[in-house]
Each structure stands twice: as structure tokens, then as C-alpha cells.
């Protein structure tokens, strides 16, 4: 990326030199290139605390249908979390605590530095159809979605993309973020003057930065997180992923001296535990069945919670166990049997299992 960024420079100043009526072509020349692929030096966005949550709101944070949420729900100052369930939190809750107005300070923090970073290139208001690099995108007033916007990292993981709106954020219906070439969504940072909306079962990629407020209609998914300094996150039915870079190994020239590859550690392990979750296929249509638990890390298990129908039934250190479930009393319909299992670095791995009763039958566990 900074090489090509080297050449077009050198290049312009070159024509200058050698023929000063060249000048006004190449700067009429820098605007496509500006935002076909000689972007430049954006920076990551320093989200601090903010960065552990998927979803952070002002006031409220309110929920409508079984959406899933892996990251940490946070609010502050307000006081009212709703729709949990049947809304799934793979991840903690703060509500009016301290952890909450750190990361709400946090978000202050980055959602201030987005604003302030010197912008690559104005865009339109409709970034549908475009393909763009690393760089900074500034619209004086609102940013629109129709269609694909396509992000290429041009083979670079750590490039990042920085989206200024001065007002709204507002994504069509089925519209969609694409990232290729290496490029990363915890590297897409949308900094919104006022509130965003993303369309119904639109695919959304990227840490959303509100002054005001976010919705997220029905069936959107977004890999990233929703962020309102001062309003509320409104949910409905949606897959909210809290985005996490991939770690790269660098390469190197063998050497005659034997390496070792070290055991990974609580201290470098970012990834979640390998977990298995096995039921019967006649699971709730006899009188009991056993859910078998297996899970593994390398840097060890903490904790393994077994939760059926979103009440915790059983938490334990073992990596290998059987919960028996007798359905007796259970009412008849479709019920969830969620598994989470942490490692001693924090990580988790969810896996989640459904049964149907068919008979009249309040589960009695008895591990």
C-alpha cells in the first residue's frame, strides 16, 4: 500500500518538474486514484474497553425476537435492558456499572478520533456499487447503503477502513458489506454524526460509532458491534458478532538450529475452546436422555455452564460429562439445551442443541 502511494507522488512531481502543463492533469488524476487504491495511512480506531462489548447504548437496550449476541451487552446511564430472552447474550451484561461508563468514556475517546482523522476522500451518499481501500471517507452529511459496498485490503490485514457520515447512516434492505483480499471487519470503523439504521436482513460489517442512537431491523447480522453514545440500541431477530482481528505468523528462513513452537498461554490464547455437544436423536420424546459435554484448550478450561432453557442447570472444571434430563412435567413444544465453555484466557465457545416434547411432561436434573 505505501509503495503505490510512493509511486503516484513521485510520479506527479516528476511531470511538474519536467513540464509544468502537466500539473493540472495530475492532480485531476489523484481523485479516482484516491478512491480506486493509492488510500493511505488510516489508523486504527483506539476503541479501549468499548472494544470488549458487541452491543453499548446510552438509554435503553432493547431486544425483539430470539437474536444471538457473541460479545458483552453494556449500558449506561440508563437503566433498561430488555428482551434477554428470548434474545441470547454469548457474553456478560453490564447495566449501569462501572464497567459500563468506562467503556461508554471509551467510546467517547474513539468515536472523537474517528472524527479528527484527516479524511482520504469525500464520498456520495450512496456507497452501493463502489470497491474501496484502506483510507479515510468523509460525507459532510449522511452515508446510504444500496446494494454491495466491497472493501479490498489489496493482501494487507492490518488495512483499515474509516467511515465519517456528518448526520444518519441509513442500509437498504438486503444490502451488504464484502471483504476481500485480507481485509479485516475489525478494521471498519462507521463514525455517525447522529443515529444509523441497517435495513432488514442486510449483511453489515464494521464497529458503528452513534452520537444518537442504532437499529438494527429485522434479520440484519452484523459482524462488528453497535455503538450509541447517548441513546438506544433497538434489536430485532438479529446475529450481532463482536469482531476480533485474526493473528498472523510470520514467516521465516530455516535455520540449522531446531525451533520449538511454544505452548500457547492464557497470556496469547484468542481463541475460544473446541467444545462438543451430543444428544439423543429421541431426546425429548422419552421420559429422559443424557446431553454428553466434551470440550478442550490449550491453555486449560475454567468453566463449563450448561443452561436448558436459559436457567443454569450445571457448572463445572470437567472437560468430559454427562447431564441426565428427565422431561417429566415438561411442557410440550421446542426447547434449547446451550452450552458454554471458557478457557483460563476468557475466551468462550457457545454450542446450542434443540429438543421437542411431545407429552405433557418441569425437568428434573440429576447431575
Known sequence: MGQ???????????????RRGF??????????LALAGVAGAASPVPLGTAGNFAVLAGSTVTNTGPSVITGDVGLSPGTSVTGFPPGIVNGAQHVTDAVAGTAQTDLTTAYNAAAAAPPTASVSADLGGQTLVSGVYNSASSLGLTGA???????????VFIFQAGSTLTTASASSVNLVNGAQACNVFWQVGSSASLGTNSKFIGTVMALTSVAATTGATIDGRLLARNAA??????????ATCATTTPTTTPTTTPTTTPKPTSSNDRHGPRLSVTIPATAGT??????RVKTSD??????????????R???????RFSVPVSVAGLRPGRHTIRVVSTDRAGNRRTVTRTFTVRSTTVPRFTG
Open 23 to 32: 500539473g493540472l492533469a495530475a492532480l485531476v488524476l489523484t481523485v479516482p
Open 286 to 291: 422419552a421420559g429422559s436422555f443424557v446431553v
Open 313 to 319: 442447570v450445571k457448572r463445572t472444571t470437567s472437560t
Open 298 to 311: 490449550s491453555s486449560g478450561i475454567r468453566r463449563v455452564d450448561v443452561f436448558i432453557d436459559g436457567k
Open 4 to 18: 503505490q502511494t510512493d509511486t503516484v507522488t513521485v510520479s506527479a512531481r516528476g511531470s511538474r518538474r519536467r
Open 149 to 159: 459496498l466491497t472493501l479490498d485490503a489489496k493482501g494487507d490485514g492490518n488495512a
Open 233 to 242: 440500541v433497538t434489536l430485532d431477530t438479529n446475529t450481532i458478532k463482536r
